[in-house]
Each structure stands twice: as C-alpha cells, then as structure tokens.
C-alpha cells in the first residue's frame, strides 16, 4: 500500500481581477470534487434511472465508511451488476412521491448516493447534461439486508487487486479521489445518523438519492401484501416549509495566532496528541456568532491570548464526521500575548513558536497522519501534514500571507 504524502488539488489558471488583488484561491485537501454535482437532478427519478442503468457508471462502495480502494491512493469501483443483489435492478423506480407512499419501517433500504457527473468523460447524456455518473452505495451489513451485504461484500473482496480499507481517518487517497470520498462517506454518515425523526421518533427514509430524508404519513410494515398502508400519527415535519431534514454540515474555526510583532505563531495540544505534536488551536462556530468572535472567543478560552484583527484565508470539508473548518489567521493583541490555560481545559500545552521553529517544522515533515509516532529520540515540532489545513494555515503565515493584501 502507498504511503506517500498526497497532493493538493490543483486549480485551473486564473487571472481574474479578484486573484491579481487578493492571491490565488487556497484549494484544502478534501476539496477540488472532479465531479458536477448537478444537484438540481437528484429528485429527477428518469435521470437517476438512465445513470443507474449506464455502463459508464461507477459505483464506489463503503463498508462502515471504509471505502473500496486499490491501494492506498486510489479507489477503485464497480459496475452496476455487482450492486444489483443488493440494491435492485430498479432503485429509483416510480417518482419520489410514490417511494415515500410505499414506505415500510420494516424493510432496510441500502443507502444510495449521486455524486455526480464526470464531464471529462462523456458517454452519458441525459438532455443537455453529459458525463459519465458516480454513485456511492452503503454496503453495511444491518437490519433486512444483512445477508445481501455481505454477499455483496464478499464478492467485490473476490476481485483481484481491490480491498475495503480503513476509513477512520483517511488521508492517503490521491486529492480527486478524496474529495469524492469526502461526499460519499459524510452524506452516508448523516444518513446513517438519522434513522429516526426529530419531531415524532417514527423512522425516516432516505430521498433525492441520499440527499434529504422524510418522515412518510403512512406505513406498510405488518400491513398484507396489496392491503392499505398503516396511516401514522401526525408530525410537525410534515406541516410547513421544514418538512424534510438535510444534512448536517458544522462550521469550525480553525486559526494561525501571530504575535502582535510578527514574528511568531500560537500552537497548542490537547491530550489526544501523541509527545512532540502541535497545532494551530480550533473550535466549533456557536449560533449567533461572526466567525471573527469565534476566533477570538475560541483562542482566548483555550490559551488565554487576546486576538484582535482576523482574515479569513480558506476552508476545507472534514468528513469525520461533517465539519466544515474555516481557516483563519489572527494576530495577537500587544498586550494580550500572555498564555493562560486555566479558563478551558482543552489544551495541555499551548507556546508560541518562532517562524523559523514553524518553517523548519514544515520543511522537514514527513508524518502521513496527524500523531504518526515521533522517530526514536526526536524531539523536533511535528505538524500536521498538508492535507490538514493546520499545515497550510502554518504555511500561508511563515511564506509571507501577512505581507498581501488580505484574503477576505
């Protein structure tokens, strides 16, 4: 299995005036999607039909998030004969609004995902729409299918070459494959996370091709085949206009804290890191609040540190399990550099590092994943690798992002 670092997603060219005056784009690991979402098509059941159906379509398959995979690096898919015994030859049969009417709380549906289109490759079209469709499918074995998981899973694990490999933390994948990655195992994650209704605890199901999920009126489970289905009890996500529930997607703040002269930079651990690793310090957005207060709310509660002035640099999607972290750079107050760890007990240690101690930290990291053990008797900084964007926010300060014009 590769063990390489991964690159980063690469951008088209861009001169626009925008990139002349503030820099260009950041692209994070786990962003840069080679695919259209054409997210308008997800309830157009004949589209969803005709790409399910394609030869050109790919499939990529998670067992418990752990993807399908080549090696390390590189995913691998399969064709829709070898999802059928699971999913059906016909998922997306009969319109969204016939499904929900034939909705049984007793049988377990797979979880099916649309990605999206290739459009580099164009051997589907659907109206004016081409390229080559990606599915993502949950093959966990649970509930009514279990069986048929299985079977499914045991007969992909047949194929020479290929492996589900572990999806804890996945940085390894090539940046393309981990952005399609990154879609597939959040989405699937908020489906699985939400089997039950928030308004009345009856069972949901999952609609627009795994984007959204809706508590149906009616049930058939128990009911004889062709009998009238089971009407339910009433739900307040029925009534109005929040009656479907989306997925979850939660803001972090995540920053690089400069000394107000420029020359250092704020790192912190917590207990979970492993001797000799630091980072920038982060902290979940709370409603009500710019992401500018939550900067400043966030470094003081856990350091101590006064920030005063903050730009926003650039964001990268986590899929551990649904975050969004918005990167930042802070600089600290000339009176507020003191490090206090006595309000919030999330860090173990926080020190301010020189731009050198950060540069030479940058220059000679190797680690694959954040907390990969220090080599024997090293006791040099260790950073997050760049796939992190810690490392990138680290980065932008000590080549200089302080001497642009800010990117807000």
């Known amino acids: 299995m590769s063990t390489a670092i991964p690159g980063l997603p690469i951008l088209a060219a861009d001169d626009s005036m925008l990139s002349r005056k503030f820099g260009r784009e950041v692209a994070n690991y786990f962003s840069g999607s080679p695919l259209n979402r054409v997210s308008f098509l997800r309830g157009d059941h004949g589209f969803l039909n ?10 990529l398959l998670l067992d418990n998030y752990s993807p399908l995979a080549k090696n390390a690096a590189q995913l691998a898919y399969v064709g829709k004969e070898d999802i059928v015994p699971l999913t059906g030859p016909d998922p997306f049969k009969g319109t969204e609004e016939e499904q929900i009417k034939s909705f049984s709380s007793a049988v377990t549906q797979p979880t099916i995902l649309f990605l999206g289109l290739d459009e580099k490759k164009t051997d589907f079209q659907y109206r004016e729409y081409k390229g080559n469709p990606y599915f993502a499918v949950d093959v966990t074995p649970k509930g009514s299918i279990e069986e048929k998981a299985k079977s499914v899973i045991e007969a992909v694990k047949a ?3 290929v492996s589900f490999i572990p999806g804890g933390r996945l940085l390894t994948l090539n940046a393309p494959e981990a952005a399609i990655y990154a879609q597939a195992r959040a989405l699937l994650d908020w489906n699985a996370r939400n089997p039950f209704c928030g308004g009345c605890g009856e069972r949901t199901m999952s609609i627009h091709a795994g984007t ?29 206009i929040s009656n479907l529930c989306f997925p979850r997607t939660d803001p972090t703040v995540i920053m690089a804290i400069v000394s107000s002269d420029g020359t250092k930079i704020l790192l912190g651990r917590n207990h979970r890191y492993p001797p000799g690793w630091y980072s920038t310090l982060a902290g979940f957005l709370e409603p009500g609040e710019s992401i500018e207060e939550a900067v400043r709310r966030e470094t003081w509660e856990e350091s101590g540190v006064h920030v005063g002035r903050v730009v926003i640099h650039s964001s990268q999607p986590w899929p551990y399990p649904a975050n969004l972290m918005i990167g930042a750079i802070g600089q600290a107050t000339p009176d507020g550099e003191t490090i206090n760890l006595g309000n919030d007990p999330e860090l173990d240690d926080a020190k301010w590092y020189t731009f050198e101690e950060v540069k030479e930290a940058l220059e000679s990291n190797t680690a694959l994943a954040f907390g990969d053990p220090l080599p024997e008797g090293e006791r040099k900084l260790r950073i997050p690798p760049q796939t992190a964007i810690a490392n990138r926010l680290m980065a932008a300060v000590v080549e200089g992002y302080l001497g642009v014009s800010p990117k807000i």
């Open 50 to 59: 005709a790409a399910f159906a394609h030869p050109a379509t790919s499939f």
């Open 212 to 240: 959204k999920r809706v508590c149906p009126p009616t049930d058939l489970a128990g009911v004889p085949e062709g009998g009238e289905p089971t009407k339910r009890a009433g739900c307040p996500t029925r009534r109005g």
């Open 159 to 161: 194929k020479e070459g």
